[in-house]
Nanobody, 131 residues
Framework: EVQLQASGGGLVQAGGSLRLSCAAS???????VGWFRQAPGQAREGVSC????????YYSTSVKGRFTISEDSAKKTVYLQMNSLKPEDSAVYYC?????????????????????????WGQGTLVTVSS
């Protein structure tokens, strides 16, 4: 059974940093885990994806250069270090199975990998960036 649980959100001023954690268990080898976010009234957006098997990480245009995704396989945890936060980064952040398609030079569109049933999005973790 795949379980993904996001945590670590909070309130931060613009320009500040936060680190989110995703406790990931039961993810089959060869699949990737990433971060998605949804602001009120907007569609869910994929922001980053990491493939342990390929040892490669991917970022959307909106976060590249500011966010860093990493994985601690021993702890079965995927992190999202968010720096230089902007008010437009405010959203509920979720982790889920992911795949990517290139959208530009070294930037990617991040999508949900529906081949894995990870039991729904859960509550996510709220990030609020004040101006």
């Amino acid at each position: 059974e795949v379980q993904l649980q996001a945590s670590g959100g909070g309130l931060v001023q613009a320009g500040g940093s936060l680190r989110l954690s995703c406790a990931a268990s039961g993810v089959p080898d060869g699949y990737a885990v990433g971060w998605f976010r949804q602001a009120p009234g907007q569609a869910r957006e994929g922001v980053s994806c990491i493939s342990a098997s390929e040892q490669t990480s991917y970022y959307s245009t909106s976060v590249k250069g500011r966010f860093t995704i990493s994985e601690d396989s021993a702890k079965k945890t995927v992190y999202l270090q968010m720096n230089s936060l902007k008010p437009e980064d405010s959203a509920v952040y979720y982790c889920g199975a992911c795949y990517v398609q290139a959208s530009g030079r070294d930037t990617y569109d991040v999508y949900v990998d529906t081949r894995i049933d990870f039991g729904g999005w859960g509550q996510g973790t709220l990030v609020t960036v004040s101006s």
